[in-house]
């Protein structure tokens, strides 16, 4: 179990590390939009190419940060049960749900992702519709979805480790996760 828990200890600095990266995403993304509105408001120029970025820029935020916000618990949860399950309930009902529901629909995800992304990057796919100008390729965009959920994955595989440490009581669960249960 030692062995898992430092695999699980990789993939946790692997995500933070990805995440430090990301975030400026977040504010490159702030100068685009605010360039794009000088622009617009002062020289009366709009760039298709522009516009496209601003959403590929938040989308690949938001899917390369979806693992580390796993890893910090700080996702979306229904918690009507954490009151009541106590600790090593909490750690089955978060083994039961990675291992029933998020591995299996990351690894759908990554699947039917995956040749979208050849495809374009083959193709040499770009934004352009009839609604668009936008040169930027297509392959961008669809590259991070299939990394994200791979990326969401693996975290998936490191708190389910972590999961069953806990129930084989080798280790406590992490602290955020006792808010939980002390909250009710």
């Not at 529901?101 to 050849?118: G, I, K, N």
């Not at 991070?144 to 959920?149: A, K, R, S």
Request: hydrophobic share 55%; charged share 15%; aromatic share 10%.
């Amino acid at each position: 179990m030692r062995g898992l828990l430092s695999i699980a200890h990789a993939i946790d600095g692997m995500n933070r590390t990805v995440a430090q990266y990301v975030r400026w995403g977040l504010l490159a993304n702030a100068i685009l939009i605010t360039a794009n509105a000088l622009s617009r408001k002062f020289f009366s120029l709009a760039y298709a190419s522009a516009f496209d970025l601003q959403w590929q820029f938040f989308a690949a935020v938001v899917l390369l940060m979806a693992a580390y916000t796993f890893q910090r618990d700080e996702h979306v949860r229904i918690d009507i049960l954490a009151g009541r399950l106590g600790e090593r309930g909490l750690a089955w009902l978060d083994l039961i749900g990675i291992c029933l529901v998020l591995l299996p629909v990351c690894a759908a995800l990554v699947w039917v992702s995956l040749p979208q992304f050849v495809i374009a990057f083959l193709s040499g796919e770009s934004r352009a519709t009839r609604e668009s100008t936008s040169h930027i390729p297509a392959w961008i965009i669809k590259g991070f979805i299939p990394v994200g959920f791979f990326l969401l994955a693996l975290q998936g595989i490191a708190e389910a480790i972590r999961c069953a440490a806990c129930l084989r009581g080798i280790l406590p669960r992490p602290m955020h996760r006792h808010r939980l249960i002390e909250d009710r």
